[in-house]
């Protein structure tokens, strides 16, 4: 199934992030919110969707950043890529029954020497951050 994920940008400037608990490689990791797009939904309403239930911001901002297969070499889905700027706090999570997720803020600057430091363990979330990174450090 095709998926969506996206660095999330508050309006007070902070990144926010999601620390959750990976079954296949058995350890808690901080990951970008995101998840699957349901059928008859596009990216970017999926996008939305899944940043609110989350964490409970909603985005006034959503720039495309690309399309990465995660390994192209033995599966077929594609994550789609997003930047999503000016978040607001606007209700409680709204999780899955088999989720437990804890969201944390995070500096921008705090989070690119995390992408750096190579802390980021989710292969498809790191080319997100390095796509957004370039994004915001573009000229106007």
């Known amino acids: 199934p095709e998926t969506v994920c996206a660095m999330a940008v508050t309006e007070e ?3 926010i992030l999601v620390k959750q608990y990976r079954h296949p490689i058995e350890e808690t990791i901080l990951e970008l919110p995101g998840g699957f797009i349901d059928e008859n939904e596009t990216a970017e309403m999926a996008v ?9 911001y909603r985005f006034s901002g959503f720039q495309y950043l690309g399309r990465v297969a995660a390994n192209p070499g033995v599966l077929n889905n594609f994550t789609e ?3 999503a700027t000016g978040g ?3 209700t409680d999570q709204h999780l899955d029954t088999n989720e437990e997720i804890e969201v944390k803020l995070f500096s921008i600057a705090a989070v690119r020497e995390m992408l750096m430091n190579n802390e980021f363990k989710q292969a498809l979330h790191t ?3 390095f796509y957004a990174f370039s994004k915001l450090d573009a000229p106007n």
């Open 127 to 129: 080319s997100c951050l």
């Open 48 to 56: 939305a969707r899944e940043l609110q239930e989350e964490t409970g």
């Open 13 to 15: 400037g902070e990144v």
């Open 81 to 83: 890529l997003y930047l």
């Open 88 to 90: 607001k706090k606007v």
